[in-house]
């Protein structure tokens, strides 16, 4: 009888916990110095699910003992009424990170505002001057998922160099900058999406694959390499409404060699490089000031 392998889950809560931990230790220290870390999260309209995710992202802040202000505007808000409050957000000398939350209502441009924000308070790492950044390998804010990304890889003491990793997904916010990151790390990098003919012959060779499209079973368990680490960026529901993510959980778990789970994986970790970011830029506005 043969007895198949389980992977190791990576634990993003129990990671996320540890980092906070940390972020909340940062933060005390720079109280000393009279700056508490101060985070605008600017919410138009009144999407369900933005309303959950500012609402956590809030609650985090104040768990960590940062400041944080929640703004929160009719679907009716003009595009220059939110443009001034950006300018007025980069001016406040009490504000370190503006995070104005996707999507905005169509009437708004949403390039248009997040260029408006100042890239020293772009916690987001939306910015094209922090896209840039990571691009050319400069220091900037990193957007807040894929971050987290590498930091469950380092968590596990995984090195990338040399390693092959495969990216499903090239949006800006996950699959870009994913790939810009595993590439500063010395992995060969390959991004996979929805015009790439044959995503397993891809993924099968893959030690590293980042599942961020928003499909259900976008990997199953014969795509992938025996032993291979597996990231999880997916938010879907299943029919019954059950929380799951792109990877089909249960087969690949039988194949990988570590997985991340959904819920509890790659989740908390977005929030808590937010709350990374933002210590950060507390701390650059402190030693500039110094
Ligand atoms: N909408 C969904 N995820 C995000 C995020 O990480 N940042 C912002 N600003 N909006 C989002």
């Not at 985070?39 to 138009?44: G, I, P, S, T």
């Not at 999507?103 to 987001?124: F, G, Q, R, T």
């Not at 400069?138 to 469950?152: A, I, L, N, V």
């Amino acid at each position: 009888m043969s007895t198949s392998a389980i992977a190791t889950t990576i634990d993003g809560n129990a990671l996320a916990a540890r980092l906070r931990t940390d972020v909340a230790r940062r933060a005390e220290a720079l109280k000393i110095h009279g700056v508490t870390p101060g985070l605008a999260v600017v919410l138009v309209g009144d999407n369900q699910a933005s309303q959950v995710y500012v609402r956590n992202k809030v609650k985090a802040c104040s768990d960590a003992g940062l400041h944080s202000v929640l703004e929160k505007y009719d679907a009716t808000m003009t595009e220059a009424e939110l443009l001034a409050r950006v300018d007025a957000l980069n001016n406040d000398p009490a504000i370190h990170g503006i995070l104005v939350q996707l999507p905005l209502p169509a009437h708004i441009d949403a390039n248009k505002v997040i260029e408006a924000i100042a890239p020293a308070k772009d916690v987001d790492g939306f910015h094209v001057a922090s896209a840039g950044a990571l691009m050319v390998g400069q220091p900037g804010f990193w957007p807040c998922t894929p971050y987290g990304c590498m930091k469950m890889l380092e968590s596990i003491g995984y090195d990338l160099r040399g390693k092959h990793a495969v990216v499903i997904g090239r949006s800006n916010i996950v699959g870009k900058p994913m790939a810009l990151m595993l590439l500063q790390k010395n992995a060969t990098v390959t991004i996979c999406h929805s015009a790439t003919p044959d995503l397993k012959a891809m993924t099968l060779q893959a030690d590293v694959i980042v599942a961020a499209v928003g499909k259900r079973n976008v990997l199953t368990a014969d795509m992938v390499k025996p032993g291979a680490v597996v990231m999880d960026v997916g938010m879907n529901r299943t029919p019954e409404g059950k929380l799951c993510g792109d990877v089909d959980f249960e087969g690949v778990q039988k194949v990988a060699g570590f997985i991340t789970p959904v819920p509890g994986g790659v989740g908390p970790m977005t929030i808590t490089m937010l709350l990374v970011n933002t210590l950060e830029a507390a701390e650059r506005d402190a030693a500039s000031r110094a």
